[in-house]
């Protein structure tokens, strides 16, 4: 199915991407506001939108929020907490359903809009900031989600990779930020956060639904048409360039199971021309039970738990994760290494490329048959052009081995980290 996307200007900084489609009886859009990603206001970002759906004005507390999403035929709204390379995203995601499915002369979608608006506008304040309730008990939350994280040592160790691929960017800050900087944040300094992500942030919106882009348009106007004091900023993730030396991690810690990250600099992004043959690369060696990975490192030679290769599309990062048993490590990693070297000796064979091919189209045709998908994907085109989920359906089926090879061939290793445990 083709997607037409059409981009309208709201005000200064506010930029609306409407995607009118009749695929589904729901609706949805995300509210987002943008600046760069860094350890000083990572933090404060995941607060503020969670303080802010805390309560209202009009609907002072979680029940009567519950309330009045229910009285909407049940839509949703959300916080968004998102980075795309060192851009952060903070804002609101919405669900619900079209207004033709309900009944004759009730909407949905205003009063939706309308909702977001009361949050934004007319949050429950004490004095003259955000209520001391609210914020502590976001800030027990934030701590929780971020330990959570850490405690599942998968993305623990690809966390720690990045921290020593990066060091010293913001890309190497963690989404949600560092739990010891949580306990210092005050009613005051957060609403003063806010204060200036309304004032200046720039704001992508992202609709997509039934309704033509105008209409979607003239219902957020009204949300930025005083108080704006937007002034244009760079908002760009350098891509990464890889060291001279390979460098080497380990870190001991209780687990009963080792993690294996190898980290290699690409230098593609998504908006280069070799993007597409990345991908296909990507699903050869690694995506699927038809891999290189799966089928050799871990099935056939059975030195993995699970590997897989992940790619960062705005850092131009590729990071190939593995659980291990403790002493399979010099074994896994040469294995590993091998078939990457096997893709670079163009050892794919035809029924390997094709099912790779097949991968990749079902990977693009799931970001067109999901809502959620479509609207992280085009918030992330606003920063990054990149060709469209069509487009690359159309690149990767016209592709041949030898592109995937030549890709393969530019991949250098950069790091490597091993997290094993205290007997090991």
């Not at 007319?122 to 008990?137: N, S």
């Not at 990779?161 to 990066?166: G, I, W």
């Not at 970001?367 to 159309?394: H, M, N, V, W």
Request: charged share 25%; proline share 5%; hydrophobic share 40%.
């Amino acid at each position: 199915m083709s997607f037409m996307i059409t981009t309208r200007t709201i005000a200064p900084g506010v930029t609306l991407h409407a995607l009118k489609s009749e695929k589904f009886k729901s609706a949805c859009f995300s509210l987002n506001f943008l600046h760069p990603h860094r350890r000083e206001t990572a933090v404060l970002d995941a607060l503020v939108p969670s303080v802010l759906l805390r309560g209202s004005e009009q609907y002072p507390h979680i029940r009567s929020i519950s309330s009045r999403l229910d009285e909407l035929y049940g839509a949703s709204v959300g916080t968004l907490v998102r980075c795309k390379g060192e851009v952060k995203f903070t804002g609101f995601y919405a669900d619900f359903i079209e207004d033709e499915f309900v009944p004759e002369g009730e909407a949905v979608f205003a009063p939706v809009v309308a909702f977001l608006e009361e949050i934004l506008y007319h949050p429950l304040l004490e004095g003259d900031c955000f209520c001391a309730d609210f914020v502590e008990g976001e800030k027990q939350n934030l701590i929780n989600a971020i330990e959570a994280g850490l405690n599942n040592k998968r993305s623990y160790a690809v966390k720690q990779m990045l921290d020593r691929m990066c060091q010293g960017s913001a890309f190497a800050v963690p989404r949600l930020g560092y739990a010891e900087d949580v306990p210092g944040v005050s009613p005051e300094q957060l609403w003063e956060h806010y204060q200036k992500l309304l004032r200046s942030d720039r704001v992508e919106i992202f609709y997509s639904g039934r309704l033509e882009a105008d209409t979607v348009a003239a219902a957020f106007a009204p949300l930025f048409r005083e108080g704006r004091d937007y002034r244009p900023q760079s908002l760009t993730t350098p891509i990464y360039c890889p060291v001279e030396e390979l460098r080497s991690f380990t870190e001991t810690l209780d687990v009963n199971q080792g993690k294996l990250v190898l980290g290699l600099g690409t230098g593609i992004t998504a908006d280069c021309a070799d993007y597409p043959a990345l991908l296909l690369f990507q699903a050869v060696f690694s995506s699927g039970t038809t891999s290189k990975l799966f089928q050799n490192v871990r099935e056939k030679r059975s030195l993995c738990y699970y590997v897989s290769a992940s790619f960062d599309k705005y850092k131009g990062i590729m990071l190939i994760s593995s659980g291990i048993a403790f002493d399979k490590f010099e074994a896994a990693k040469a294995a590993i290494l091998e078939e990457l070297e096997a893709c670079r000796r163009g050892e794919i064979s035809p029924a390997e490329l094709e099912t790779a091919k097949r991968q990749c189209l079902s990977s693009m045709q799931g970001i067109q048959d999901s809502p959620p998908q479509l609207d992280d994907f085009y918030c992330g085109k606003a920063i990054l052009p990149c060709l469209t989920p069509e487009e690359l359906i159309r690149a990767i089926g016209s592709l041949e081995k030898e592109a995937v090879v030549q890709v393969a061939r530019t991949l250098q290793l950069d790091s490597i980290y091993f997290l094993k445990g205290e007997e090991a």
